[in-house]
């Protein structure tokens, strides 16, 4: 079989992916947030074979500008409760504020 340059490469990490990937997933199935191997965030970046560096994330950055795709997958895993099925409506929230504040469409 002949070499595919199209195999090497992986989903790009954005909001429109993550919600698709939370879509797959048991709305009740739980993930712990504090274990870094196996969070909502790790098992994302785990399925788009990307490294992930939670400790920059927090430190290097306390308050999470809207914007940065990590900071806004922070803000998806990190409130309660720590289920596929709310991280799913936090995700779409976060979607629908970002173009709100980036047409000026506030309601």
Known sequence: MLYNTKWDRTREANLNDLISWLEGHDPTE???????????AAQYNGSLNREYRVLEILTRFPRMPLGRFDHMLEEVAVVRP????????R?????????NRIFGIWY
Request: hydrophobic share 35%; net charge positive; glycine share 4%.
């Open 30 to 40: 739980t993930y712990s947030y504090s274990d870094s191997l196996h969070c909502l």
């Open 82 to 89: 720590h289920n596929f099925g709310a991280a799913l409506k």
């Open 91 to 99: 995700a779409k929230r976060i979607k629908a504020n970002y173009f």
